[in-house]
């Protein structure tokens, strides 16, 4: 018995030893950044230790007979306690050698820890011993060797294979072959397709591709078909714990940080039509000395100060030292981190900003309170009107400057510059308004809500006002309440009026309503909403189930008139949701469960991407 133990022993330390090439293969160009000196030199030294034990301790030869002077009992236990004291203490140096823990490793840490771990387990058994291993007799020391070998060796398939996949990056055809993309859709009607990630990865958000939807999931990015649902091109980086993508024109970036800890982030940079890489632009290191030690004790995050990343430049913010110093607005280099240019993003008037990429510009907005005054609006927020049906009965608060700013991406000088004077207890913010119509061009949206509530339609190339809004909706009893899509040609919004329901109403530059929607329910959140040619979509929860209703314009938006699309979902709280109009369907996503990012743990559903075709 106790010789059946060894040699299982000894079995894991073969087992280990012959796993080691093929983990070189399985791992090959893998992300290494997690390996330090230390995980190597105890691999090497562990690997040389399992060499030692097979060709210097155990006796090979059949029939050999050990000489009287060879050590037995004791003097055997000795030197095996201290060969496996040894492999213990370089699994332990390969193991605490990780700049991350053990749950996000990549598949390079994971297979020296096997290596270091099975050498280790191996010694201690091999205490079991009274004296140097012989194979004899073979009908009981074989099964017992091949068992710790196999085991080592199905233990690191499963590991590479399960949750370690291979990175998949599959390019689609060349875009002569995939042929000019449908047009968004003026209307739909049903769920013409679906699309759902392996376990456990989970969808984070829907954007526009070049032929349908780009999915980014926890994992990596997929291309769509609109059409159909098919996979365009996929990039997958399953054992990233960050990971994020970034669209600029005609590229997709993708960030990623292989290991938590990691001070720089990797890009690679591909094209959005065919996901093919883009030659030098893969596995480029993002510098940011600056800031990567304080960023790193607050998160793992390397593109937490990101304001976008383009094909050739990242642009961030960067905070100053000290009470009285600026951020900074900085865009670098994509590799070297050469500063290519620094403006303040804080502003005289106004102090800090707040800065976002809209249509190609950098769009700083500022609100241009104090500390005090933006104190005293916090704790009267409540108290104010807020859309109140009789505004006569507060006073009307005092007046403060708005600010809006657009920057060159390419120089950091000011293209141009807006403000407004509104009431002091307003908040406001500056978003895109959504894709443009055939023949128009996008806008920008600047929204005022709490005692103005205010809407605007600016373009993005002067900042100048391209639309009037009816002056209906600054009668009293009459509030605007928020945009849902606009570009040069035509603005959709909500409007409340006394006494009434909601409704939608699409106008012209003019400020002329040209359609029109009756009784819209006035509790849907704004994010489930989509504006097409014919229909309005909004996303709701039906007898339990995610359902997208959809209205016509001229018609009144009553229950029992609603059309509905019915989207199969697990059981559970609908988390986020979001209807985004792509080339050839409106893709749909409803998530029982917010997704994190790299802690799969707490991702309850994966989710699946749908296609609302005519």
């Not at 080592?152 to 990175?167: A, C, E, S």
């Not at 769920?191 to 984070?204: A, C, D, K, T």
Request: proline letters at 7%.
């Amino acid at each position: 018995m106790r010789a059946a133990i060894s040699w299982v022993g000894l079995g894991l330390i073969a087992g280990a030893l012959a796993w080691s090439p093929l983990a070189v293969v399985l791992a090959s160009g893998a992300p290494a950044e997690g390996m330090t000196e230390w995980v190597g030199l105890g691999t090497f030294f562990s690997w040389l230790l399992g060499l030692y034990v097979l060709t210097g301790v155990v006796r090979w030869r059949t029939g050999e007979t050990a000489p009287a002077t060879e050590p037995r009992g004791t003097g055997c236990l000795v030197p095996a306690l201290l060969m496996a004291a040894v492999g213990i203490g370089l699994a332990a140096l390969v193991h605490f050698g990780w700049d991350g823990e053990p749950a996000v490793a990549g598949p390079i840490q994971a297979n020296a820890w096997l290596l270091a771990i099975s050498v280790a387990a191996g010694l201690l058994l091999l205490t079991a011993a009274t004296e140097r291993p012989s194979p004899q007799p073979l009908a009981r020391t074989f099964p017992a060797f091949a068992a710790g070998s196999l085991a080592v060796v199905l233990t690191g398939g499963l590991v590479n294979i399960v949750h370690f996949p291979q990175p998949r990056h599959e390019v689609a055809d060349e875009p002569t072959e995939l042929g000019e993309p449908d047009p968004m859709p003026e209307r739909v009607e049903e769920v013409g397709w679906e699309w759902e990630p392996e376990l456990g990865s989970s969808v984070l958000r829907v954007e526009e591709g070049s032929h349908g939807p780009l999915v980014v999931l926890t994992d990596g990015v997929v291309s769509l078909d609109g059409t159909d649902g098919s996979e365009i091109w996929s990039y997958r980086r399953p054992y990233a714990p960050h990971f994020e993508v970034w669209v600029d024109d005609d590229h997709v970036i993708v960030s990623r940080a292989p290991v938590v800890g990691t001070e720089d982030a990797l890009v690679d940079v591909l094209a959005l039509d065919t996901g093919a890489p883009e030659p030098g632009l893969q596995g480029v290191a993002q510098p940011n000395e600056d800031d990567a030690d304080a960023r790193d004790e607050l998160s793992s995050d390397p593109d937490e100060d990101v304001v976008t990343r383009t094909a050739e430049h990242v642009i961030r913010t960067e905070s100053g030292i000290g009470a009285d110093a600026d951020t900074q607005l900085v865009s670098e280099e994509i590799g070297t981190g050469a500063e290519r240019w620094s403006v303040p993003l804080d502003d005289e008037r106004c102090g800090p900003g707040t800065a976002q990429w809209l249509h190609g510009l950098l769009v700083s907005t500022h609100d241009c309170r104090d500390e005090e005054e933006t104190e005293s609006a916090e704790e009267a927020e409540d108290d104010g009107p807020g859309g109140s049906d009789d505004r006569g009965e507060y006073e009307e608060p005092a007046e403060r400057e708005y600010l809006v700013r657009a920057l060159d991406p390419e120089t950091g000088e000011q293209v141009w510059e807006r403000s407004w004077t509104r009431s002091e207890d307003d908040r406001f913010h500056v978003s895109s308004g959504g894709p443009a119509g055939a023949g128009a061009d996008p806008v920008l949206l600047v929204h005022f809500e709490g005692w103005t509530e205010e809407g605007l339609v600016l373009d993005p190339a002067t900042g100048e006002d391209v639309f009037t809004l009816p002056e209906e909706l600054r009668a009293d009893g009459t509030w605007f309440d928020r945009f849902l899509g606009a570009d040069s040609e035509s603005a959709t919004y909500l409007v409340d009026r006394r006494g009434r329901d909601a409704e939608v109403e699409h106008v012209d530059p003019q400020g002329n309503v040209l359609e029109a929607v009756e009784n819209f329910p006035r509790s849907v959140n704004g994010d489930s909403i989509e504006v097409l040619d014919e229909m309005l979509l909004h996303q709701v929860r039906s007898q339990g189930r995610p359902t997208v209703t959809t209205t016509e314009f001229g018609q009144q938006a009553e229950h029992r008139t609603y059309e509905r699309i019915r989207l199969e979902e697990p059981e559970g709280d609908v988390g986020w949701s979001a209807l985004v109009p792509v080339p050839g369907a409106v893709a749909a996503v409803a998530e029982a469960d917010e997704p994190e990012v790299g802690d799969p743990d707490k991702i309850r559903t994966e989710g699946a991407v749908r296609g609302l075709t005519p």
